[in-house]
């Protein structure tokens, strides 16, 4: 089976709304590890009023996590990366900058994501506002923009702005609709990654190799490395798509 790297989950303790303390966090780990993955990007949320947890002790927690897993035997050959979620606000630029809210394992790629309701012109000027910054930006769980999902000739011109595009992997097993839309976009190849967005250890808790079998068996071998593995290794390398 494909080596996996998840770009997005939350799994860094108490400070968003995923793993609640250490002990959930590891436990998350050890899930990930029995699904194949290998690599992980830490992503915390970052959503202004809502939960805008300070980067410093971000980095504290996340590297107390890694000191930890390091020294777990089951988990001890995986690689873990830092890196946020990030609400899209106008001033997302100069947080970038100014070093406020982190990029994807200290790359020029960005995780962000949108109000479900966002329209195609809003969606279209941050992604090239984004760019222009110098920053790459990839689209967090396309899947729930409802201005993404009627057809996929939008996301088409996400990407052809510069966009990269990520989806859940619990949602190709969800309500039809979504999973229409998903496995279109995979069949035109406008996926470029497939992460758990992991929560927990129940409820969303990190399972993908079911999604990875899927999508070998489906879309190719080849497709579905480029996917889980060389892709995001892209990002952890600081290297272009």
């Given at each position: 089976?494909?080596?996996?790297?998840?770009i997005?989950?939350?799994?860094?303790p108490?400070v968003?709304d995923?793993?609640?303390?250490?002990?959930?966090s590891?436990?998350m780990?050890?899930?990930?590890?029995?699904?194949g993955?290998r690599s992980?990007?830490a992503?915390?949320?970052?959503?202004?009023?809502?939960?805008?947890?300070?980067a410093?002790?971000?980095q504290?927690?996340?590297?107390?996590l890694?000191?930890?897993?390091a020294?777990d035997?089951?988990?001890?050959?995986?690689?873990?990366y830092?890196?946020?979620?990030i609400?899209?606000?106008?001033?997302?630029i100069?947080?970038?900058?100014?070093g406020r809210?982190?990029?994807?394992?200290g790359?020029?790629?960005?995780?962000?994501e949108?109000?479900?309701?966002?329209?195609k012109r809003?969606?279209i000027?941050?992604?090239?506002?984004?760019r222009?910054?110098?920053?790459?930006p990839?689209?967090?769980?396309?899947?729930?923009?409802?201005?993404?999902?009627?057809?996929t000739?939008?996301?088409?011109?996400?990407?052809e702005?510069?966009?990269?595009?990520?989806?859940?992997a619990?949602?190709?097993h969800g309500k039809?609709?979504?999973r229409s839309?998903?496995?279109?976009?995979l069949?035109?190849?406008k996926?470029?990654?497939?992460a758990s967005?992991a929560?927990?250890?129940?409820?969303?808790?990190?399972?993908?190799?079911?999604?990875?079998?899927?999508?070998a068996?489906?879309?190719?071998?080849?497709?579905?490395?480029?996917?889980f593995s060389?892709?995001?290794?892209?990002?952890?390398?600081?290297?272009?798509?």
């Amino acid at each position: 089976m494909t080596e996996v790297t998840d770009i997005h989950c939350h799994i860094i303790p108490g400070v968003d709304d995923g793993a609640r303390d250490m002990e959930q966090s590891i436990r998350m780990l050890h899930i990930m590890h029995d699904e194949g993955i290998r690599s992980v990007i830490a992503t915390y949320h970052y959503h202004p009023m809502h939960m805008e947890a300070d980067a410093d002790m971000v980095q504290e927690r996340f590297d107390r996590l890694r000191c930890i897993a390091a020294a777990d035997d089951k988990i001890a050959d995986m690689k873990l990366y830092s890196g946020c979620e990030i609400y899209y606000y106008p001033s997302v630029i100069q947080w970038l900058d100014e070093g406020r809210i982190m990029t994807l394992a200290g790359s020029d790629y960005v995780l962000l994501e949108f109000s479900y309701s966002a329209d195609k012109r809003e969606l279209i000027e941050t992604v090239t506002n984004v760019r222009n910054a110098g920053y790459i930006p990839i689209m967090a769980h396309v899947e729930r923009y409802s201005a993404l999902t009627k057809d996929t000739d939008t996301v088409g011109e996400l990407i052809e702005k510069g966009a990269y595009i990520q989806v859940n992997a619990e949602a190709l097993h969800g309500k039809l609709r979504t999973r229409s839309f998903i496995k279109k976009l995979l069949k035109e190849e406008k996926v470029h990654f497939i992460a758990s967005d992991a929560h927990d250890t129940s409820g969303r808790a990190p399972y993908i190799s079911e999604t990875v079998k899927y999508v070998a068996k489906k879309y190719g071998e080849q497709y579905c490395r480029r996917i889980f593995s060389d892709n995001p290794a892209k990002i952890i390398r600081g290297e272009y798509l």
